[in-house]
């Protein structure tokens, strides 16, 4: 069992920048790869960013404007926003593998999922 816990959400104006967190417990280490994913209203939910065994992978919506990252030591994955744009707005997931499943982008792929957080990015 993972469990994951958001923080960081919030409303900023299109151009600034903002960070998010997970803290990670459980059986974490067995996760083929941790992710970060958004789903605003109406829509499927999109994989922005991955680790897979220490390999980055970015959605080309936010390559180059977001870096995701990990601390093993805190149990902790962050994703650190910069130059926002009002479509970036959304519910932000942490999400965990488990065993590899395939496609990294595919949210059907992930065994555990954090309750979001909302990002509000504002003209």
């Known amino acids: 069992q993972v469990q994951l816990v958001e923080s960081g959400g919030g409303s900023v104006q299109a151009g600034g920048s903002l960070g998010l967190s997970c803290t990670a417990s459980?059986?974490?280490?067995?996760?083929?790869?941790m992710a970060w994913f958004r789903q605003a209203p109406g829509k499927k939910r999109e994989g922005v960013a991955v680790?897979?065994?220490?390999?980055?992978e970015y959605s080309t919506s936010v390559e180059g404007r977001f870096t995701i990252s990990q601390d093993n030591a805190k149990n902790l994955l962050n994703l650190r926003m910069t130059r926002l744009k009002v479509e970036d707005s959304g519910m932000y997931y942490c999400?965990?593998?488990?065993?590899?499943?395939?496609?990294?982008?595919?949210?059907?792929?992930?065994?555990?999922w954090g309750q979001g957080t909302q990002v509000t990015v504002s003209a």
């Open positions: 999400a965990a593998m488990g065993p590899w499943s395939g496609d990294w982008a595919n949210a059907a792929n992930y065994r555990y």
């Open positions: 459980g059986d974490t280490y067995n996760s083929a790869c």
């Open positions: 680790i897979c065994a220490g390999e980055l």
